[in-house]
């Protein structure tokens, strides 16, 4: 079912970047209610099944999930596979295809069974063909435990690490290298998305795909980085992996009343000094000047 008219006009408002968009919800919600657990269609299309207790579902009903990174995501047109590694419910994934050639496919990596349902629902949605994965990707091929599972607060908050947001149960999960995967799956073909946010262990996640990122096979990388949980010297290896192919930039927002989206140029030594999560866009210099000539592109500042 499609949202209530208040709902759509307050995610119209909050999507789009305006400032004061929770003060038009507390509204929105206070003259119509959705119920828990219904699937909506939102005004962007997402299949979201409504679970007010989750920030994950929370935050993309209302439109102000990872904003950035969505338009962003939105922006591309994706003619390869797309690869979502913490692909949680399949937001991420869905707005990299949203554009993409229907030729394109996909690869989602899931571990936390918690997310792997709504996932699974996420890609029936979808026209490309794809493959959805339940378990992790690191650095070994081997089960390791897996903490913050069944935290109804936080889907997303899963994680092969044991740091101070983690809160849920713990279990053990199948780790695969990307390395593997990929060759077995795809062999040398060219991959379009890299997307990768698994709550700390990202490190792991790139010595299990070092041949994979040192090819320059992989057009674009998005990478959420996490210095609240650990440390990222990882980006040193990364920054050797792919050498001079690509550039480096922080993805944020900018503008005062209306916020949009933009790429900023970053060093390696800026990338490392960062003390809060971020999302890091990696992309290979041929790529970026194509990007920067398509229709919709956001903001590139070198």
């Known amino acids: 079912m499609k949202l209530p008219l208040t709902h759509r006009v307050a995610f119209a408002i909050a999507s789009s970047g305006w400032r004061g968009s929770q003060f038009l919800w507390k509204i929105a919600t206070g003259l119509q209610k959705v119920h828990e657990g219904e699937i909506v269609r939102l005004p962007n299309g997402f299949p979201l099944r409504v679970d007010s207790k989750d920030w994950i579902s929370k935050t993309i009903y209302e439109g102000t999930y990872e904003r950035a990174l969505l338009h962003f995501l939105d922006s591309l047109v994706l003619r390869d596979s797309s690869i979502d590694v913490g692909a949680n419910i399949g937001v991420t994934l869905w707005h990299s295809l949203k554009n993409s050639d229907k030729s394109a496919t996909f690869m989602a990596f899931e571990p936390s069974a918690q997310c792997f349902e709504a996932l699974s629902g996420t890609c029936a949605d979808l026209s490309n063909l794809g493959q959805i994965y339940h378990f992790a990707i690191g650095s070994t091929d081997e089960s390791r435990a897996i903490y913050g599972l069944g935290n109804q607060l936080h889907s997303g908050a899963a994680s092969l690490i ?31 998305l890299l ?98 000539k398509s229709e919709g592109h956001i903001a590139v500042n070198q």
């Not at 990307?178 to 062999?187: A, H, M, N, R, Y």
């Not at 320059?216 to 010297?233: A, T």
């Not at 050797?240 to 192919?245: A, R």
């Not at 005062?256 to 971020?278: E, G, I, T, Y």
Request: glycine share 8%; net charge negative.
């Open 162 to 192: 044991s740091h101070s947001g983690v809160r849920g149960e713990k279990g053990e999960v199948q780790v695969r290298k990307l390395d593997s995967v990929l060759q077995e799956s795809i062999g040398d073909n060219s991959v379009s």
């Open 195 to 292: 997307k990768v946010d698994t709550e700390g262990y990202e490190a792991e996640v790139v010595n299990g795909a070092a041949n994979s990122l040192s090819t320059g096979k992989i057009e674009i990388i998005v990478m959420e980085v996490s210095p609240n949980f650990g440390s990222v010297d990882y980006l040193n290896y990364l920054s050797q992996l792919l050498d001079e192919k690509y550039g480096w930039y922080a993805l944020s927002e900018q503008g005062n009343l209306k916020r949009s989206p933009s790429l900023n140029a970053v060093s390696l030594s800026q990338a490392l000094a960062f003390d809060q999560q971020w999302n890091l866009v990696l992309m290979r210099k041929d790529v970026l000047i194509n990007y920067q």
